[in-house]
T-cell receptor
Framework: KQEVTQIPAALSVPEGENLVLNCSFT??????LQWFRQDPGKGLTSLLL?????REQTSGRLNASLDKSSGRSTLYIAASQPGDSATYLC????????????FGTGTSLTVIP | GAGVSQTPSNKVTEKGKYVELRCDPI?????LYWYRQSLGQGPEFLIY????????DSGLPNDRFFAVRPEGSVSTLKIQRTERGDSAVYLC????????????????FGPGTRLTVL
């Protein structure tokens, strides 16, 4: 069964810093990988989706990379802001059927003003 | 436009009772997913619908859990004889397509239903 791990579990940084969140997965047979943001008491909001054939995706201050063969993805956040404070989750889509998504346990980010 | 909605937002019940949780997906989305999220954990897949049929229910923990989507839109997750271990946030998501045809599709999540079993 696919296992997804996120490191670190929690991160606290001062405003303006660039930061990197890590995601690793055990089975390289994935269809795509998504990064989500979750605010307390809220559902998940999709940030970036990387197809298995792609190496990276960018949206504004966010850049996500994917190394499928090594089972790793990183989310880079540039010039962090207090509004970036949230839990960030990565999820891989099962590459055999495309039906299931496997989530990591998330990284809780706090950006200090 | 309207996003994914879930009702109720909170449900408190007693052990042994039956509960129903409702999900209204985005109009036109054929794929619908249910997840369960326990405190400090990521969402755990429960079931996936493609249209009216459950295409993959391998994540349902046991036969006390059941879900339907009779008209291919609204879905109801049903839990019989609730146990304290069922307490969690139940999330619903929808996407335009499912399976391998939906590889580029983003999942849109509802706000969840927080279930507490006393």
């Amino acid at each position: 069964k696919q296992e997804v791990t996120q490191i670190p579990a929690a991160l606290s940084v001062p405003e303006g810093e660039n930061l990197v969140l890590n995601c690793s997965f055990t089975d390289s047979a994935i269809y795509n990988l998504q990064w989500f943001r979750q605010d307390p008491g809220k559902g998940l909001t999709s940030l970036l989706l990387i197809q298995s054939s792609q190496r990276e995706q960018t949206s504004g201050r966010l850049n996500a990379s994917l190394d499928k063969s090594s089972g790793r993805s990183t989310l880079y956040i540039a010039a962090s802001q207090p509004g970036d404070s949230a839990t960030y989750l990565c999820a891989v889509r099962d590459g055999y059927t495309g039906n299931q998504f496997y989530f990591g346990t998330g990284t809780s980010l706090t950006v200090i003003p | 436009g309207a996003g994914v909605s879930q009702t109720p937002s909170n449900k408190v019940t007693e052990k042994g009772k039956y509960v129903e949780l409702r999900c209204d997906p985005i109009s036109g989305h054929t794929a619908l997913y249910w997840y369960r999220q326990s405190l400090g954990q990521g969402p755990e897949f429960l079931i996936y619908f493609q249209g009216t049929g459950a295409a993959d229910d391998s994540g349902l923990p046991n036969d006390r859990f059941f879900a339907v989507r009779p008209e291919g839109s609204v879905s109801t997750l049903k839990i019989q004889r609730t146990e304290r271990g069922d307490s969690a946030v139940y999330l619903c998501a929808s996407s335009l397509n499912g399976g391998l045809a939906g590889g580029t599709d983003t999942q849109y999540f509802g706000p969840g239903t927080r279930l507490t079993v006393l």
